[in-house]
Nanobody, 123 residues
Framework: QVQLQESGPGLVKPSQTLSLTCIVS??????????WSWIRQPPGKGLEWIGY???????YYSPSLHGRTSISRDTSKNQFTLELMSVTPEDTAVYYCARTPSPAPEWDSYDYWGPGTQVIVSS
């Protein structure tokens, strides 16, 4: 049973960098062919895909975040990290990490999700 758990600060100031880590247990993040994603849900809105890091270490990001995103991994700890730079209040959301076997994921392709972590951007 794969388990994912997000961790990070719940409050970030505008213009700062948001950093969240997803700790994975029950399966390796280097196992072919899985894609480890970050997804968020702003209050009152739908899910928004942020990006992923693949089993190979390659990354792909949503163009809607205008180059503010970076996803990295630490294979020795079996975890991956999201950095979102220059945050604004519009980045306030519940942030999820999740796994999919698809490089072009749709929402129903995700088989494991973390419980989510609330992040508020406010001064």
């Amino acid at each position: 049973q794969v388990q994912l758990q997000e961790s990070g600060p719940g409050l970030v100031k505008p213009s700062q960098t948001l950093s969240l880590t997803c700790i994975v247990s029950g399966g390796s993040i280097t196992t072919k062919y899985y894609y480890w994603s970050w997804i968020r849900q702003p209050p009152g809105k739908g899910l928004e895909w942020i990006g992923y890091i693949a089993y190979s270490g390659s990354t792909y990001y949503s163009p809607s975040l205008h180059g503010r995103t970076s996803i990295s991994r630490d294979t020795s700890k079996n975890q991956f990290t999201l950095e979102l730079m220059s945050v604004t209040p519009e980045d306030t959301a519940v942030y999820y990490c999740a796994r999919t076997p698809s490089p072009a994921p749709e929402w129903d392709s995700y088989d494991y999700w973390g419980p989510g972590t609330q992040v508020i951007v406010s001064s």
